[in-house]
């Protein structure tokens, strides 16, 4: 397939479950990707994984709350390919903690994450398309936790739900350079890397005060897995989607539309 063919694309947050999938993807389709992370070995394995399907990619390692990082991702890809297309601002920080248990700096740097990175990746590489004039598209990682109140999870459902009014503010910003930036949001995902899936298994993790039973509300009978959202952000980061800017597309096997006091199973 290469629906994004001659296309570049950078995507923050290269783990095996959602946004190394979304990388993958991506470049199937025809793209070369930038693999970025905090973390050395998950880029690289990303990077990796996209070449030894024959297709092109690089890593690049830093903090995506980093100014000087984050300009230097996006002049590496200038480097290497000319442009940059397309950005998916994937990059979080899980950090399941409430109002009453949170300390002030761990909320702010959870913040930090998602919003100022997305930020400062937005505004970089919009700079870039700007100065190739040729449009791209950034497409923001949402949640379904971004439209709905989550106790515990005060910090990820503040920073995803800002990430909503970053979207339509910044496209109607940048509409007049043909950039477009659209909003996904995904859902509680059931991981397909083994590894991930081992993991939890083994690490449960603490029992929350909240328990959630995801797969039971979810209408369409099935948490989604990785491979379920890359038909959606391809879709957004290619030229069908060209009249597309300032929306979401949900994928979340009906969950936000289900009337709250039915059970589907």
């Excluded at 629906?3 to 993958?24: E, F, H, Q, W």
């Excluded at 200038?78 to 899980?94: P, T, Y």
């Amino acid at each position: 397939m290469n629906r994004l063919a001659d296309k570049v694309a950078i995507v923050t947050g290269t783990s095996p479950n959602i946004g190394g999938t979304i990388a993958a993807g991506l470049a199937a389709e025809g793209a070369r990707v930038v693999c970025t992370d905090v973390s050395a070995d998950v880029a690289k394995t990303c990077a990796s994984a996209i070449e030894a399907r024959g297709g092109q990619a690089l890593a690049a390692v830093g903090d995506v709350t980093d100014a000087d990082h984050v300009e230097a991702v996006v002049a590496q890809a200038v480097d290497r390919w000319g442009h940059v297309d397309v950005l998916v601002n994937n990059a979080v920080q899980f950090n399941t903690k409430g109002i009453l248990t949170m300390p002030l700096d761990e909320y702010r740097r959870q913040l930090d994450i998602i919003l100022a990175g997305s930020f400062l990746f937005t505004r970089a590489v919009a700079q870039a398309m700007i100065r190739r004039q040729t449009g791209g598209s950034i497409i923001n990682v949402l949640s379904t936790a971004a439209w709905q109140g989550q106790p515990g999870n005060v910090g990820y459902c503040t920073g995803k739900s800002g990430l909503i009014n970053f979207t339509r503010s910044v496209a109607m910003e940048l509409a007049e350079y043909g950039i477009r930036v659209n909003g996904f949001t995904p859902t509680a995902t059931m991981p397909q890397d083994p590894e991930l899936l081992r993991k939890l298994a083994e690490e449960p993790g603490e029992p929350s005060r909240y328990p959630m039973d995801f797969a039971s509300q979810i209408p369409l009978n099935r948490l989604p897995v990785p491979d379920d959202y890359v038909p959606t952000v391809v879709f957004l980061a290619s030229d069908e989607s060209r009249m597309i800017t300032g929306s979401n597309i949900t994928v979340d096997g009906g969950a936000t539309a289900k009337y709250w006091p039915w059970t589907p199973h």
